[in-house]
């Protein structure tokens, strides 16, 4: 044993020999026995939880009253609950109406400024102006005189 793992012993369980682990009590007690610093270790330590003994704890009187009657701080919200406050508040509802459309026309400007922004596969160059030539010629070889308007 050394006097590092004996502090440690000392430390965790205080001097008191029936408070130390029955497998390093045999070994701890003899080596108090044989070595003096260890002695003095174990006495300084002794003085230390006897003065700890003797210190009264001041009494509060009131102190639980006071703890239980103080006020809360404000409870942190998460993401949703600010949301949801925010679209439907608990007070003065008839003046926060307007919330829920706001959200409900939300989809609506996102759908138009995407629909803004992108084309998704449909061109305005499209190559089907070339043909019109073609068509406008087969229009005027019609013979539009034998029908009956």
Not at 60 to 70: D, K
Not at 111 to 138: A, C, H, K, R
Request: glycine content about 6%.
């Amino acid at each position: 044993m050394t006097l590092e793992k004996f502090t440690r012993i000392i430390d965790l369980h205080g001097t008191e020999t029936a408070r130390w682990t029955k497998t390093l009590r045999g070994e701890c007690e003899s080596f108090v026995a044989n070595n003096v610093e260890a002695r003095m270790l174990l006495n300084q330590q002794w003085q230390v939880e006897e003065s700890m003994a003797k210190l009264e704890v001041p009494s509060f009187p009131g102190l639980e009253t006071r703890v239980l009657n103080q006020s809360l701080p404000e409870r942190n919200r998460s993401f949703i609950e600010e949301v949801m406050n925010w679209l439907i508040p608990e007070e003065s509802f008839g003046k926060q109406a307007w919330r829920p459309a706001m959200a409900a026309c939300i989809p609506l400007v996102f759908g138009i400024v995407l629909g803004n922004y992108f084309s998704f596969g449909i061109g305005i160059e499209d190559d089907g102006f070339q043909y019109w030539d073609d068509e406008l010629t087969m229009l005027s070889l019609t013979d539009y005189t034998e029908t009956n308007f």
